[in-house]
């Protein structure tokens, strides 16, 4: 069974990203879909995971305004 992980973006370690680490050990050979990822700021375990990230993140600062983008997220 083929199976996609969607999180609305990976910036730092908080309740639901502690619940994605359940579903990504769950589901080892699952990819990982995110518009914006700060993997210095993330476990091991997610860091590790095989992520694609939204081509959102390529807009120079997004990483210091992705909420206000929202309307864009695909």
């Known amino acids: 069974m083929r199976v996609a992980i969607v999180h609305d973006w990976?910036?730092?370690m908080r309740?639901?990203?502690r619940c994605l680490e359940l579903l990504?050990?769950?589901f080892p050979?699952?990819?990982l879909y995110t518009a914006f990822y700060r993997s210095?700021?993330?476990s091991p375990r997610l860091r590790d995971?095989?992520?694609f990230v939204s081509c959102l993140q390529d807009?120079?600062?997004s990483l210091s305004y992705?909420?206000?983008l929202l309307p864009l997220y695909p």
């Open 24 to 26: 990504c050990e769950r």
């Open 66 to 68: 992705y909420r206000h």
């Open 15 to 17: 309740g639901g990203e």
């Open 10 to 12: 990976l910036v730092g």
């Open 59 to 61: 807009i120079p600062g």
């Open 40 to 42: 210095d700021r993330l």
């Open 49 to 51: 995971h095989r992520t």
């Open 29 to 31: 050979d699952a990819h």
